[in-house]
């Protein structure tokens, strides 16, 4: 079996967030068991700027891709990685030159709809320059929605074999735009009853990918329920109820050759399950480097975007009450500029107890996971979340909302059994996280039932293992089913 996946971001390379990660683990989990795949980019201005430290080299190859009335041409690069295969990349410097990658503090791109129409298209015609014979294409998020549609109606001669299986990252980014930017996409009103891109007045390009593509998975159990409901489905939950018999939750995994305390060498010291003395190591380092006192009381780690769904607003709300319980907080993340001012703001008022950074720094993240007590993840919704999966393997305990993939990993610690990971809550309520939080504190102070769980959270296994074979199998069904 040949297997594409497409995606927009993907590590080494590019990430934005949680989908870079997961494309790059899995590909890597493929490599490592002899899986044949190939996964194909947009060569973004970083990674082009990149592109002598990893071997990225250009094809001499150029592909032709419509676009409305307008044919945008293409270039091909590729590189084989050791750990995670071989990459193809799409050049086209007007689309993808950019600082950012889909957006600037002003909002997305105005030509969002143009770029990744190109590149979805341009994924295809990229199929038939190579003379890949994929068998299936794993297409991620919106921004690959319309290679479904396209495999059904445009391509349909030139790929008749080909399966596409659409994983949902994240229902709250579908790629809507202007009804305009219908024209760009080549796909005649004439082939199809009713056009798959037209939501609302306007276009939808996750929609589009839910309805065509052969199979559809997101990132964990609870969350393929979740998404089948009005409070989850963003507006999408009638087509994702229509197509619920090819809807599959597949857990996200960790990289354990990357997420691993005992050999990481951006912490101050390393440690495991077994004998946790580094971990006081680094919690004194982490202390230092954020302007914090190094005094005993409970630290809790927040390393996120910066966003309303990540339920940011509950934790500004009682931050004095936190900070008066004698907790400290260090937070990493940017994102909606909202919330950035008030965490700025609480910051300048409890700075001895509160260090807030705008950004990301992959050394500081780590060090956060690994020096932090409590990991906070108090998401409105969380399709799978890969924070609470990192802080565990660090010894780091969860605080959680009781929503999607964190109701999968995390399970509420029971002190009479000593069984449990985390600390949960349900309403999506400032007073619950609060209860949630000071009930840690309590445990946190019994050393006994602290090391307990600790010891508990370390041992869970979130191998990417077991997440490759649920996806090998569902390509297998896939591509028997269509042909």
């Known amino acids: 079996m040949k297997i594409l996946i497409a995606s927009a971001e993907a590590v080494p390379f590019i990430k934005s967030g949680g989908l870079g990660d997961v494309i790059g683990s899995l590909i890597g989990q493929f490599e490592m068991t002899g899986i044949r795949a190939a996964t194909i980019l947009p060569l973004y201005r970083i990674i082009k700027k990149s592109a002598v430290k990893w071997g990225i080299k250009p094809l001499n190859t150029e592909i032709s891709v419509p676009l409305g009335d307008n044919m945008e041409k293409g270039r091909l690069w590729t590189c084989k990685t050791p750990d995670r295969g071989v990459f193809y990349f799409i050049e086209n410097d007007k689309f993808f030159d950019r600082d950012e990658l889909y957006s600037t503090a002003d909002g997305g791109y105005p030509d969002n709809a143009s770029r990744f129409t190109f590149f979805c298209r341009g994924v295809l ?202 907790i400290q907080m260090v937070i990493l993340g940017k994102g909606e500029k909202y919330y950035q001012d008030i965490f700025l703001d609480l910051e300048r008022k409890y700075s001895s107890r509160l260090s807030v950074t705008i950004g990301f720094d992959d050394i500081l993240a780590r060090r956060i996971y690994a020096g932090s007590d409590v990991f906070l993840m108090p998401s409105q919704y969380e399709p799978c979340g890969l924070g609470q999966l990192i802080a565990m393997r660090y010894g780091t305990i969860p605080v959680v909302r009781k929503t999607g993939g964190l109701i999968d990993t995390v399970s509420e610690y029971v002190p009479s059994s000593g069984k449990g990971t985390g600390f949960l809550f349900s309403d999506y309520s400032s007073d619950e996280l609060l209860t949630a939080i000071k009930k840690a504190n309590r445990l946190y102070g019994n050393k006994q039932h602290w090391r307990v769980i600790q010891k508990n959270a370390m041992s869970r296994g979130f191998s990417w293992q077991r997440s490759a074979e649920k996806y090998l199998a569902l390509y297998k069904k896939t591509v028997k089913k269509i042909n």
């Open 125 to 326: 015609e990229a199929l038939k320059t190579l003379k890949f014979d994929a068998d299936i294409i794993h297409c991620n998020d919106w921004h690959t929605g319309l290679i479904p549609v396209y495999l059904k109606t445009v391509y349909r001669h030139a790929f008749p074999h080909v399966a596409s299986i659409l994983t949902i990252h994240n229902m709250g980014y579908q790629g809507i735009f202007e009804a305009s930017s219908l024209r760009l996409t080549g796909i005649e009103h004439k082939e199809l009853d009713k056009h798959p891109l037209e939501h609302n007045g306007k276009i939808n390009f996750l929609r589009a990918g839910i309805l065509f593509s052969d199979a559809i998975t997101t990132v964990s159990k609870q969350y393929a329920k979740e998404i089948t409901t009005p409070e989850y489905g963003f507006g999408l939950d009638d087509v994702l109820v229509k197509r619920q018999k090819d809807i599959y939750g597949i857990l996200n995994g960790l990289d354990y050759r990357s997420w691993n305390p005992e050999i990481d060498t951006s912490l101050p010291a390393n440690f495991s399950a077994n004998d946790l003395s580094g971990k006081a190591d680094c919690k004194k380092n982490l202390q230092k480097l954020s302007g914090l006192s190094s005094d005993s009381s409970m630290l809790i780690g927040i390393v996120s975007r910066l966003s309303s769904q990540k339920g940011l607003d509950l934790a500004a709300e009682v931050m004095d009450k936190i900070i008066d319980s004698g």
